[in-house]
């Protein structure tokens, strides 16, 4: 079984204002991802909350998930990433990290990575969009301990770019760029128009997944001051 974690606790202190309730095409940005997430093929999933609970509890009201609180919350992004792990069944033999503020989130490129390790058993594999590697990222349960022993606000990027490094990370490539996160007024403002402006139908559909060259493995993660986050860290993270 595979499950999905929706990272969705952060206090949003970019942007002034919780963005996970923010109102996109008449509901919340967060239930526009939650949705995305639940049209792919995860056996399960898992969003935990944080700052704004209850709120943020209303707005994924009636969608199939199991909705876990995180009470340490303001600690960091690595306390969310426990509190999802915990919330596991021993069933599950590998999860998937979601930002909560990536309502463009392809449920095709969730299934791509799925597709992928049940082929592969790779201990980590993250999308490589055209503009880099990013989100989001599955974790092999053999991986599980090293993500309950992340400290703070770094997410899981230690985990991933040590995998990255020993090239025991396997990137699936996917047609197009990544789906962008919100953390500022301007970000919204672009997400509301380009949600606006998609046409009816189906996401493209990514490519056949394949092992990158070396080359392209060590191009794929961004500079640290490019836009596209880290796998599973946002900066300031939803966490």
Same mark, same amino acid.
């Not at 944080?50 to 707005?59: C, K, L, M, Y």
């Given at each position: 079984?595979? *499950?999905?974690?929706?990272?969705?606790?952060?206090?949003?202190?970019?942007?002034?204002?919780?963005?996970?309730?923010?109102?996109?095409?008449?509901?919340?940005?967060?239930?526009? =991802? @939650?949705?995305? @997430?639940?049209?792919?093929?995860?056996?399960?999933?898992? /969003?935990?909350?944080?700052?704004? +609970?209850?709120?943020?509890?209303?707005?994924?009201?009636?969608?199939?998930?199991? $909705? $876990?609180?995180?009470?340490?919350?303001?600690?960091? &992004?690595?306390?969310?990433?426990? *509190?999802? /792990?915990? +919330?596991?069944?021993? !069933?599950?033999? +590998?999860?998937?990290?979601?930002?909560?503020?990536?309502?463009?989130?392809?449920?095709? @490129?969730?299934?791509?990575?799925?597709?992928?390790?049940?082929?592969?058993?790779?201990?980590? /594999?993250?999308?490589?969009?055209? !503009?880099?590697?990013?989100?989001?990222?599955?974790?092999?349960?053999? $991986?599980?301990?090293?993500?309950?022993?992340? &400290?703070?606000?770094?997410?899981?990027?230690?985990?991933?770019? +040590?995998?990255?490094?020993?090239?025991?990370?396997?990137?699936?490539?996917?047609?197009?760029?990544?789906?962008?996160?919100?953390?500022?007024?301007?970000?919204?403002?672009?997400?509301?128009?380009?949600?606006?402006?998609?046409?009816?139908?189906?996401?493209?559909?990514? &490519?056949?997944?394949?092992?990158?060259?070396?080359?392209?493995?060590?191009?794929?993660?961004?500079?640290?001051?490019?836009?596209?986050?880290?796998?599973?860290? =946002?900066?300031?993270? $939803?966490?």
């Amino acid at each position: 079984m595979i *499950a999905g974690i929706v990272l969705a606790a952060g206090r949003s202190s970019r942007l002034g204002r919780p963005k996970q309730l923010l109102p996109v095409l008449g509901e919340p940005l967060l239930r526009h =991802t @939650v949705h995305r @997430v639940l049209a792919s093929s995860l056996d399960n999933v898992v /969003l935990v909350v944080g700052h704004n +609970a209850d709120a943020i509890r209303d707005a994924v009201a009636g969608l199939s998930l199991d $909705v $876990v609180f995180n009470p340490d919350a303001a600690l960091g &992004q690595s306390t969310s990433v426990r *509190a999802g /792990l915990a +919330a596991l069944s021993p !069933d599950n033999d +590998a999860a998937i990290f979601i930002l909560g503020d990536q309502p463009g989130i392809d449920p095709n @490129v969730i299934d791509a990575l799925i597709s992928a390790w049940r082929e592969s058993q790779a201990p980590i /594999l993250a999308p490589h969009y055209e !503009d880099g590697m990013g989100n989001p990222v599955l974790f092999d349960r053999r $991986v599980f301990p090293e993500l309950a022993a992340l &400290q703070g606000d770094t997410g899981a990027r230690p985990v991933v770019q +040590a995998y990255h490094a020993s090239g025991d990370l396997q990137l699936v490539p996917v047609a197009g760029p990544a789906p962008p996160d919100v953390d500022t007024e301007d970000d919204y403002a672009a997400l509301v128009a380009a949600m606006s402006s998609q046409p009816a139908g189906r996401p493209p559909r990514p &490519q056949a997944p394949r092992r990158l060259t070396r080359e392209e493995t060590n191009a794929s993660a961004p500079p640290k001051s490019e836009k596209s986050p880290s796998p599973i860290e =946002t900066g300031e993270g $939803v966490g």
